[in-house]
C-alpha cells in the first residue's frame, strides 16, 4: 500500500508575526529538522487556526483553510480571500480540535502543528487533550500528530511509535487522561515493559540511551515530550 507522503501543518495564533523574512525564520526554528520547509513541499497543506491566518499572511505560507472563531485574528480582510470556516464562540471544544478533525478529514497521516505552546497553561493542557482524543480516534488510526515549537516536540501515542532521537537527549513521558496500561519504553535510561503509568509525575525527565526508541501502549495515551536542547535541572 502506498503511504500518503504529503503533511499537513496547523498554525496557531502564538508564533510571533513580523516582515516576511523574520516570519520564515520563526517558522523554521518551531518546525526545525523538518525539510522541506512547511508549506513550500510538495502537497503540504496548510490550516490556518485563528490567529495563525495573520502569521501565514505574514510569511507568504499558501493556505488551504483558515478555521476559528476569530477571536485572536487581527486581520480579518484576510478572510475575504481564503476559504474559511468559521466556528461559533460559545462551545465546548477548542478551535484547535475542529482543526485537527479537519487534517484528519484530508486524509494526511502526517499533522505538525505549530504555534500553539507559549501562552496560558490551561491552553496549552487542552491542546495536549485534544490531540489525544483525536489521535484516539478510530478516522486517525496510524496517524502521527505533533505538536512543535522552538524548544521541544510534543506527541501522542495511543498504539505504537518508533521515535529517532539523540542520545542523552531528555524526553518525559506521562499518562494523559487516565491510566495507561501495556506500557513499553524502549531505549531509554528507564525503560518499562508491560507496565502501568499513572497520570502523575511518572514518567519525568527520561534519558534517551539509543538513538531509535519506542514507545507503546495497549490501552490509554501516552504524551511524548522531547526537549531539542540540554534541560536544567529541575528544582522538582
Known sequence: MKVDSRRVFLIGPMLAQGPR?????RLAAAFRGLRPIPG???GDLIIAVDGGLDFCDHAGLP???ALGDWDSLKKRTLLKSVHHITLPRDKDRSDLCFALEAAIGTGVRRIYLGGFSGGRLDHELANCLDMLSVASSASSMHSEIVMC???YECAVVTSRRRFAFRQGQVVSIFALAGPAEGVRLKGF???LRSGVMEPSSQGLSNVVETRSCE???QKGGLLVIAYRVPTRKSAL
Do not use: F, H, Q
Request: net charge positive.
Open 63 to 65: 493556505v488551504s483553510l
Open 215 to 217: 514507545v507503546s501502549v
Open 149 to 151: 515549537s522552538e524548544s
Open 40 to 42: 513550500y513541499g510538495s
Open 21 to 25: 523574512a523574520k516570519a520564515r525564520v
Open 189 to 191: 535510561r528507564y525503560p
